[in-house]
Structures are given as structure tokens and as C-alpha cells.
């Protein structure tokens, strides 16, 4: 079990990948049962958009209608991490994210990242126009690990973007661990750059594999390096999260809302 400042401290995980995603190794099922023994409030399944080499069929995402909103007191999101991309995708609207109209109805969310198997790694300019450009998108709600120093951008830009579209940006643990080698230096500039914007991020695991669903302790320790206000942490409480989701058009059902509502009463 987590200490207790750290389970109050962020009580939501928005990025975590399923055995759905061939590169992770967990069920949902696995995924419930471990975020109980953190002591998790809220985890979210973002598998991987249709344009990654491993992603799961269409159908995977249009059947998380099946799943429950709450097993064991832990609320469950249903959400993708899609792709951004160099080009319209197919049935799209014209958005450069893989994410066609009709999967939209059945996602409460969508993270966006760079994945070099979909988006070759290009110059400052390019890789800040097509953030910016899925963060102008109107389906996307968080973007992916954009500390990745395979991807530099203007962080400046982005993240005067992000707070014009309402879009957080994600201090991903993973990135500071096996994944994205480099990004430290790189994350704490991004937090000074939101912090110096007063603009918001998510923090998550990226786990896959469900023994690390939760897991935020390097991800928290640059954030208190950075002395981040705490306020402008959406996924601290599932309350702040589902308003934030609320605010994106995105609807839940009464029982959900009120679990959240009474977490914090």
C-alpha cells in the first residue's frame, strides 16, 4: 500500500494499456484488482489508436460500453491514445489524429502522442505544428508524453494552445523510468512553462502492465521540484477530472458522478 500523501495526492491514472495493445501484458481485470492495492480511486484504459502497428480492432473500443463504471469503489474510464499524425486520417473530419467520427461516441476521452512507428521524428516547427494542430483538433482532451525528446517542440507554443483549447498536458511517470530516456530535464521545463501560463496537466502511469497502474513517484517528485501548484492537477480527484471531461461535452451516468461527489464529502 502507497503511503497516504501519495494516495491523496493524485487519486487518478489517465494512460494505461491493455494485453488489447500486443506490447502490454495486463487484462482490465488485472488492471481493477491492482489499482485496489494502491489504493487508486480512478484508472483509465487508453489502448492505442487505430494507426499504431499493434492497436486493437475497431471493435475493441466501440464494445467498452460493456464494461462497469465502478467495480470494488474503483471508477473506470474508457479512453484511447491516438495518434498524431502528418496526415487527414480517414474519416476524420480532415483531423490529424486517428480518430474517425464514429469511435468518438464511445470514448469519454483521447490522449494524443507522437509514436515514431506512426509519425517520423521532424524539426522543432514541424513537431510543434502537429501537436498544435491535434490539440486544435476538438476530439483531443490530454497530450501524450509531450516531454519526449524525440520530439522536440516549442513548448511555449504548445502550451499557450493547450490552455486556448482546454487541452492538458501529460507529466507521464514512464517517461522518467524504461520509456522516452532524457525526458527529465525536458518535463521540468514544460512544468515551468504551464506554471508560468497558470494552464493544467494530467499525470499518469502509461502502465503496461498492471503492477505499475498508480505508480506517480517520479512523475510527483518533479513536479514538488518544481513547486507545481497542486490546484492545477486535474487528475488529483476523479471529481476534478469528470468536471474537467464535463466541461469537453463528454456525459456520465448518475452513479459515477455521485461516487466521485462522494470521495470528496
Given at each position: ?30 488492471y ?35 464494461w ?15 495518434n ?27 490522449i494524443?502522442s507522437?509514436?515514431e ?86 499525470v ?62
Amino acid at each position: 500500500m502507497r503511503g497516504v500523501f501519495v494516495i491523496n495526492f493524485i487519486a487518478c491514472d489517465t494512460h494505461s494499456h491493455t494485453v488489447a495493445s500486443t506490447h502490454a501484458y495486463s487484462t482490465l481485470h488485472d488492471y481493477i484488482a491492482s489499482a485496489k492495492d494502491v489504493g487508486l480511486s480512478l484508472l483509465s484504459i487508453t489502448d492505442h489508436g487505430p494507426e499504431m502497428p499493434d492497436s486493437p480492432h475497431m471493435w475493441h473500443f466501440g464494445n467498452m460500453k460493456v464494461w462497469p463504471r465502478l467495480v470494488d469503489n474503483i471508477g473506470i474510464l474508457r479512453g484511447i491514445e491516438a495518434n498524431i499524425l502528418s496526415q487527414p486520417f480517414q474519416g476524420s473530419g480532415h483531423r490529424y489524429v486517428d480518430l474517425p467520427d464514429g469511435m468518438l461516441p464511445f470514448l469519454d476521452f483521447a490522449i494524443a502522442s507522437f509514436h515514431e512507428p506512426v509519425f517520423t521524428p521532424g524539426s522543432i516547427k514541424d513537431n510543434t505544428a502537429a501537436m498544435i494542430r491535434a490539440i486544435k483538433s476538438g476530439v483531443v482532451q490530454i497530450i501524450g508524453h509531450p516531454g519526449n525528446p524525440n520530439y522536440p517542440i516549442n513548448q511555449d507554443e504548445v502550451v499557450r494552445a493547450a490552455k486556448d483549447n482546454n487541452v492538458l498536458l501529460e507529466i507521464n511517470n514512464s517517461s522518467f523510468l524504461l520509456s522516452r530516456k532524457g525526458s527529465e530535464p525536458i518535463c521540468k521545463r514544460l512544468l515551468e512553462t504551464v506554471a508560468n501560463h497558470d494552464w493544467k496537466i494530467s499525470v499518469s502511469s502509461d502502465a503496461h502492465i498492471s503492477y505499475d497502474v498508480g505508480k506517480f513517484d517520479q512523475a510527483e517528485a518533479i513536479i514538488e521540484k518544481v513547486g507545481f501548484n497542486p490546484d492545477n492537477i486535474v487528475t488529483k480527484t476523479p471529481k476534478r477530472f469528470l468536471s474537467f471531461l464535463q466541461d469537453h461535452g463528454k456525459s456520465f451516468d448518475a452513479e459515477l458522478l455521485e461516487w466521485a461527489n462522494k470521495l470528496e464529502s
